[in-house]
């Protein structure tokens, strides 16, 4: 097993490297999995990641110690090769070391994070939120994001896929809103501060399900709830605390309990009013568009992405020509 260390640093990010170029940078661990080769030996599945993104690497015959000391939120100096494997790139690892203490890197030099600012996004969101005319689905509305909040502007929405970044989760609601107010513009028979609320809400659970935006992972809570149960009785409570009754209640409820869309997307109910149907729309849109323009980003013009597991593990083409 290789493990030896190097000096030398690049200057260019994990991701923006091309196939076939050698690497030599400090990145960190975002997770491991152990695994056996076909000869017997263990070895160390480790998605690695910088501010451009992550990609999967292989150490190779490990030993009791690799388990040890090669684990999430470590950072390390890695030399390597960048492979195209089935579709999607992996780096060859031909050299890795753990970081030492001196060395000039800390964690928060490697966590890509949302491209809006939290005051931005508070900003933007406090807005929407002014906007309700229905005092009991603002006063809850306010309440639980109040509750949440230090932990909503922080937090991924989800640990792969879509929006797995720093403050993901709530770059994700934004984009929403706006969607929602266009969609919303449109069609006037939809009721905004159902719709809103919906989209401020449907995810905030995941503050509960996930450990947090570094090497994220699921709760206890979350694998055995979901965000979704979870924010039912979050809305719950919060109904109970400000002594609310009424209907508004119940459907945002349901805009919780339906967003998925279908009970084999993980909804135990179907949308069954307009603002739920809506808000499921949005909420795939957004999350299809964040994964199709982060791998596109990544690819020159006349290229192919990458293979997109989400998105039925489609590959995307970048046309040449200019949209202007």
Request: hydrophobic content about 40%; glycine content about 6%.
């Amino acid at each position: 097993m290789i493990h030896k260390g190097v000096v030398k640093t690049m200057s260019k990010k994990l991701l923006e490297h091309e196939v076939g170029e050698q690497i030599d940078n400090y990145v960190l661990i975002k997770s491991v999995t152990k695994g056996t080769a076909s000869n017997g030996n263990a070895f160390l599945s480790v998605a690695l990641q910088d501010k451009s993104g992550e990609i999967e690497a292989k150490l190779w015959s490990i030993t009791k110690e690799d388990e040890e000391i090669y684990i999430p939120e470590t950072i390390v100096k890695v030399a390597g090769e960048i492979q195209n494997y089935r579709g999607r790139l992996q780096l060859k690892i031909k050299a890795i070391r753990l970081a030492g203490p001196n060395e000039p890197v800390e964690l928060s030099d490697f966590l890509e994070k949302a491209p809006l600012s939290k005051d931005i996004m508070v900003e933007k969101i406090t807005a929407y939120i002014f906007e309700m005319e229905n005092s009991n689905i603002q006063r809850l509305t306010r309440h639980l994001l109040n509750k949440h909040k230090d932990a909503f502007l922080e937090y991924p929405a989800a640990t792969k896929n879509h929006h797995e970044f720093v403050s993901g989760l709530a770059y994700h609601v934004v984009s929403m809103l706006d969607l929602a107010k266009a969609i919303s513009s449109l069609y006037p028979s939809l009721n905004r501060d159902l719709l809103y609320a919906g989209v401020i809400l449907h995810d905030l659970g995941k503050v509960i399900e996930l450990s947090g935006p570094v090497s994220t992972t699921y709760t206890v809570e979350g694998n055995l709830l979901g965000h979704i149960s979870l924010m039912m009785i979050e809305i719950g409570k919060a109904a109970e605390e400000l002594q609310l009754e009424g209907e508004e209640v119940t459907i945002l409820q349901h805009l919780v309990l339906s967003h998925h869309g279908k009970a084999e997307w993980g909804s135990p109910k179907p949308p069954m009013v307009r603002e739920a149907e809506i808000l499921h729309y949005i909420d795939n849109l957004d999350a299809k568009m964040n994964m199709m323009d982060r791998a596109l980003a990544r690819v020159k013009p006349g290229e192919y992405t990458e293979r997109v597991f989400a998105l039925d593990n489609r590959s995307f083409y970048k046309p040449t020509f200019s949209a202007e």
